[in-house]
C-alpha cells in the first residue's frame, strides 16, 4: 500500500514538473523579402533566471535539418546557427522569462518555406512543438518580367528600327538610286553617241571627197 502511495507520489509530480509547449500559429503565410515572427509558448517558473533555458529551432527538411536558432542556458549561440540564416533572424530575450519565444524572420525566400520545430529543455522539462512556413513568389510588376519572345533583352532592341536605322537606311536607298540613275543615263549617253557617229559616216565608195584611181 505504501508503495503505491509513493508511485503515485512520483507519478504526480512527474505530471505536474512536465514542460508543455505550443505554438502561436500552426501555419504561417508569407510572401519573398518580407518579415514574419514565428512564435512558440512554454511553462516556465517565474524566478526571472534565463541560465536554465535551453532551446534550439529548426528547419526540417526530407534531406537534413538546419538550425535557425540556438540558445545555451539563455545566452544565445550565433555558432550553431546554419549560414542560410545568418543575419536573418533575431529573438526577444525580454519575453523569454514569460515563458515566450519570438523570432523575428527578415528578408524571407521561397526555399524558407518548410517545417519548423522548437525544442525547449528547462529544469521543469522538455517539450517541442511544429508548425509550418509557407513563403510565396513576390509578384513582379509588368516591367520586370523578362521578355520570353527575345530571348531575356530589352523589347525596345528586338522591336521596331530605332530613327538613327531609319535615317541609314533612307541615305542607302538614296546612294543606291542615284548610282542606278547615273548607270542608266550614261547608258543611254554612250547609246546616242554611238548611234550619232554611225549615221554621220559614209561609205568610201559614196564619198565624193574620196578620189579613186582606176
Known amino acids: 500500500m505504501i508503495c503505491r502511495i509513493l508511485l503515485l507520489f512520483i507519478l504526480t509530480s512527474c505530471v505536474c514538473a512536465s514542460l508543455v509547449v505550443n505554438v502561436t500559429q500552426s501555419s504561417y503565410q508569407a510572401e519573398e523579402n518580407h518579415n514574419i515572427t514565428l512564435e512558440?509558448?512554454?511553462t516556465t517558473r517565474t524566478d526571472g533566471s534565463l541560465k536554465s533555458i535551453?532551446?534550439?529551432?529548426?528547419?526540417?527538411?526530407d534531406v537534413r535539418s538546419f538550425i535557425l536558432f540556438h540558445l545555451h542556458e539563455g545566452v544565445e549561440s550565433p555558432e550553431s546557427q546554419h549560414e542560410r540564416f545568418s543575419g536573418r533572424v533575431q529573438f526577444d530575450k525580454e519575453f523569454l522569462r514569460e515563458g515566450r519565444l519570438r523570432l523575428h524572420m527578415s528578408r524571407l525566400r521561397t526555399d524558407d518555406s518548410g517545417l519548423y520545430?522548437?525544442?525547449v529543455l528547462t529544469v521543469d522539462g522538455e517539450g517541442s512543438r511544429k508548425c509550418l512556413l509557407n513563403v510565396t513568389e513576390r509578384d513582379r510588376p509588368k516591367s520586370e518580367t523578362p521578355n520570353t519572345t527575345s530571348g531575356g533583352r530589352d523589347p525596345s532592341t528586338t522591336g521596331s528600327p530605332?530613327?538613327?536605322?531609319?535615317?541609314?537606311?533612307?541615305v542607302l536607298y538614296c546612294v543606291v538610286g542615284v548610282i542606278a540613275a547615273a548607270g542608266t543615263v550614261l547608258g543611254?549617253?554612250?547609246?546616242?553617241?554611238r548611234k550619232h557617229s554611225t549615221s554621220c559616216s559614209l561609205p568610201v565608195e559614196l564619198d565624193p571627197m574620196v578620189h579613186i584611181d582606176i
Not at 535551453?54 to 527538411?61: A, S, V, Y
Open 162 to 170: 530605332s530613327q538613327g536605322e531609319r535615317r541609314g537606311r533612307i
Open 54 to 61: 535551453n532551446i534550439i529551432c529548426e528547419m526540417l527538411t
Open 40 to 42: 512558440w509558448t512554454f
Open 117 to 119: 520545430l522548437c525544442d
Open 188 to 193: 543611254v549617253c554612250y547609246y546616242l553617241r
